[in-house]
């Protein structure tokens, strides 16, 4: 499977898992989130999907509760 593949099935994974939540804010804001956060993750060697987005859905939750650092909603 190509990186290209492999970012969005994360991507589609984090973001209907925060949506079905209600957790979603700014669709711009959240998407550039997400994407950034999978991007990290790709520099360092990860591949997996499902952990790709469920890394990047706990990162996303971290920074909600943080005021320093929080996407907007």
């Known amino acids: 499977m190509s990186i290209r593949c492999t970012v969005e099935s994360a991507f589609f994974i984090a973001w209907s898992c925060l949506e079905k939540s209600g957790e979603l804010g700014p669709p711009d804001e ?3 989130f997400l994407l950034d956060a999978i991007e ?3 520099r360092t ?4 999907q499902l ?3 469920n890394r990047a859905i706990d990162a996303y939750r971290a920074a909600a509760d ?3 650092c929080r996407p907007a909603r």
């Open 30 to 32: 959240s998407a550039n």
């Open 40 to 42: 990290a993750q790709l």
């Open 45 to 48: 060697g990860e591949r997996r």
């Open 51 to 53: 952990m790709l987005a």
């Open 66 to 68: 943080d005021p320093r």
